[in-house]
């Protein structure tokens, strides 16, 4: 069964550093997202991307957050400047339409800034 | 400010039982709904979805929608030690009236199946 993959695993970062996690979507799918989740809270929506463009983007998702797609099968999360806040899982998840379509999330990167 | 609330539990049942995980949402315009399964350090996993009022069968596994009352639960039959993990409930966004891919979960239900 097709499958969403993130790299890296586990991410450890200095405070202030840049960091870029990667994510392959399932092939055939249309809909790229970024989630995170802090340790022992909710899963928290970051961004959807559509047709090379962020659709939407939640109030954390500031000027230290970018998306891009640089080829034909990457997704990309870049934080420029890392703060200890982000610290988290990151997921990333893809889907083949809209809302209506189910998204499908990869195993996830644990981000440790220190 | 939309939410999705869901009781953290644990909800404890024994092996064998019907488990009944609930979750309410506060945005009378949300279409579509999601029931994930997150066991401990992992990712989401989607069981279940369901647009239309009523119920949605698949395997073990019951969705039912009440759009009136704004809830949605999540029934497992046979219940086995393996389905021990955080249930989410999780319900897609809208902005300006029209549905977006963003979803929204809630905190999610523990549910512990004891053998």
């Known amino acids: 069964e097709p499958e969403v993959t993130q790299t890296p695993s586990h991410q450890v970062t200095q405070m202030g550093q840049e960091v870029i996690l990667r994510c392959v979507p399932i092939?055939?799918?249309?809909?790229f997202y970024w989630y995170r989740q802090i340790l022992g809270q909710k899963v928290e929506f970051l961004v959807s991307f559509y047709n090379n463009e962020i659709s939407e983007k939640s109030e954390i998702f500031d000027d230290q957050f970018s998306v891009e797609r640089p080829d034909g099968s990457n997704f990309t999360l870049k934080i420029r400047s890392t703060k200890l806040e982000d610290s988290a899982m990151y997921f990333c998840a893809s889907s083949y339409s809209n809302s209506n379509q189910p998204q499908h999330f990869g195993d996830g990167t644990r981000l440790s800034i220190l | 400010q939309k939410e999705v609330e869901q009781n953290s539990g644990p909800l404890s049942v024994p092996e064998g039982a019907i488990a009944s995980l609930n979750c309410t949402y506060s945005?009378?315009?949300?279409?579509?709904f999601f029931w994930y399964r997150q066991y401990s350090g992992k990712s989401p996993e989607l069981i279940m979805f369901?647009?239309?009022?009523g119920d949605k069968e698949d395997g073990r596994f019951t969705a039912q929608l009440n759009k009136a009352s704004q809830y949605v639960s999540l029934l497992i039959r046979d219940s086995q030690p393996s389905d021990s993990a955080t249930y989410l409930c999780a319900v897609n966004g809208l902005l300006r009236g029209g549905a977006t891919n963003k979803l929204i979960f809630g905190t999610g239900t523990l549910l512990a199946v004891q053998p």
């Open positions: 945005d009378r315009g949300s279409q579509s």
């Open positions: 369901i647009y239309s009022n």
């Open positions: 092939s055939n799918h249309l809909y």
